[in-house]
């Protein structure tokens, strides 16, 4: 698999930038000056992210099967086999996720599920979720930055998934009003800098691929 690192500094720093800008525009107009604040804007953050993962998980087995139903012989199966990995990363970050409604969900399903496995069960239970907990805000981050492995099926795949994600991702900011406290001139500047920057910066890759390793999306389909 290629590993540009190139285009792997490129994208972290693209993310600092993004990171300090959102900072940029939380400071200057979101109320972070107690603690109610603060647990506002984190849960905004990690709700964001925690979207993007489920769009990418929705979007995920559409682009896969339209890949490799758009390959050419042999292919199919090997895009099939490889894909196995990125599924597995799906299923272990949804896994690790379910356990928190195990733990707490107060319908009489789950409830009673507590109460059949007992306090050893509980204690089981409780530790898990936390070690869950871990695992899942790590896993997000990295299935955002990584596109589920999906350069484990081909590397072109990841800049495709990752343009496709940040402008739905600007369309559901749009449709919810995201920001809407934000004066318009910095909220469209905001709102356009990411999908464009992503944008920009996949087909920089792209690029690359096809100059220095012969990658291209035709190729990978065989075509």
């Given amino acids: 698999m290629v590993e540009d690192l190139t285009v792997r500094r490129i994208q972290m720093w693209r993310t600092g930038l993004g990171i300090a800008a959102w900072l940029v525009l939380v400071m200057s107009y979101k109320p972070v000056d107690t603690a109610e604040g ?53 299923a272990a970050l949804m896994g690790s996720m379910a356990t928190f409604p195990l733990a707490v969900a107060p319908d009489p399903q789950t409830t009673g599920f507590r109460d059949a496995i007992g306090t050893p069960g509980m204690v089981v239970l409780i530790t898990l979720c936390a070690w869950s907990l871990g695992f899942a805000l790590y896993g997000i981050a990295l299935c955002l930055m990584h596109v589920f492995r999906t350069a484990d099926i081909h590397e072109v795949l990841p800049p495709l998934l990752a343009t496709l994600l940040v402008w739905v991702m600007a369309a559901l900011d749009v449709i919810n009003n995201q920001n809407a406290e934000v ?25 690359r691929l096809r100059k220095h390793h012969g990658l291209t999306v035709r190729r990978a389909l065989g075509r």
């Fill in 38 to 90: 603060v647990g506002s804007v984190a849960d905004d953050k990690f709700d964001q992210s925690w979207i993007s993962t489920l769009v990418l998980v929705c979007a995920f087995p559409f682009v896969i099967a339209l890949f490799v139903f758009a390959a050419q012989g042999a292919l199919r199966g090997l895009y099939l086999r490889r894909s196995l990995k990125s599924f597995g990363a799906v």
């Fill in 183 to 207: 004066p318009a001139v910095a909220r469209i500047v905001f709102l356009l800098g990411a999908p464009v920057s992503v944008t920009a910066l996949s087909c920089w890759e792209l690029h």
